[in-house]
Every structure is written in structure tokens, then in C-alpha cells.
């Protein structure tokens, strides 16, 4: 199963994504709460997969993405999570290297 690395502000968010992951019998190997946490726990852990808030306090979910394509041979799968609807942001998110589970939505 793949290697999860769940980075969002919402306490809330994070514990349901892990109650799935858990369920799903996925490896949940770590946990963020910002930004600059977010990057420091996936050089750390190497996860296969990354779900990311866009919108996290100290560094957004955008410039975190950037950080992981940038300093990282190995591109995991990164899925972005955000409440907003906004095209920009989701079109953006994917030209930097995000995966999509709406392609037909770009």
C-alpha cells in the first residue's frame, strides 16, 4: 500500500483523512499543520503520496508544492485539498505538478 503524508491546518480534516487512509490499510507516515512543517516532515519521511491544503498558515500549500518538485528526484503524487472552488488556484496547482482528479475541470 502507498506511503500517506497528510498536510493540513484543520485538526479536524487530518484526524478524518487518517481515520480513510487507516481503513483503507494505507501507511500513514506523517502529519502537518503548516507549511513550513508540511516540507520538513516530507523530507523526513519520503512519502509516495501527499494530500496538501492549498491555503495552510507560515507557507501555502502552493509554495510547499514547489518545494517538493524543486529539491526532490523522486516526485510523489501530490493532491492538492482545498474548501475553494477557485479555477486559478486549481489550474495553477496542477501546471506546478499537482495531480488531478478532474482533469476535464482545467
Do not use: W
Not at 73 to 98: F, H, L, W, Y
Amino acid at each position: 500500500m502507498a506511503r500517506i503524508m497528510i498536510a493540513d491546518d484543520s485538526d479536524a480534516i487530518r484526524m478524518v483523512l487518517k481515520d480513510i487512509l487507516i481503513i483503507g490499510k494505507h501507511e500513514f507516515v506523517a502529519e502537518a499543520s503548516n507549511g513550513l512543517e508540511t516540507f520538513e516532515q516530507f523530507k523526513k519521511t519520503n512519502p509516495d503520496i501527499v494530500l496538501l491544503d492549498v491555503a495552510m498558515p507560515k507557507k501555502d500549500g502552493l509554495t510547499v508544492l514547489k518545494e517538493i518538485i524543486t529539491h526532490t528526484d523522486q516526485m510523489p503524487k501530490v493532491i492538492m485539498i482545498t474548501a475553494s472552488d477557485n479555477q486559478v488556484t486549481m489550474r495553477e496547482c496542477i501546471r506546478i505538478g499537482a495531480s488531478s482528479i478532474y482533469p476535464q475541470a482545467i
